[in-house]
């Protein structure tokens, strides 16, 4: 699949979230390129402060791949830059690729705030492709946010 191809899903998995949770969606596909598991933001429907899309996917994906944690491999498709935890866990389940699409600049740790994945420090390091289909990714959050005011 194509880095647009990959963000599609994501974008699919962004109408999975409730009426009051962020339409962000997550995909994660393994080393073969079949899809693991894919999931919307839910803090609000799970009440959850750490269920963003990346996190929920990965939990998932985790499970099914059936090598313990690691995600290896594996290909993350998000629509929104992720944040400092879901960056932070990117790296420690040794994602191979992140692939995102809106660019987050109040919260973005990939480029954005900070750049917690490519932190020259750290012994493992995915591969990033960022702002992919930005423009339609951004839309679903701005129709969001236009509802709630
Ligand atoms: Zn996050």
Redesign the pocket.
Known sequence: MTEEQLIRQALDAARLAGPRDVPIGAVVFGPDGTELARAANAREELGDPTA?A?ILAMRAAATRLGDGWRLEGCTLAVTVE??T??AGAIVMARVGLLVFGAWEPKTGAVGSLWDVVRDRRLTYRPQVRGGVLAAECAAPLEEFFARQR
Do not use: A, K, N
Request: net charge negative; glycine share 0%; aromatic share 0%.
């Open positions: 963003h990346e992720p944040c935890m879901c």
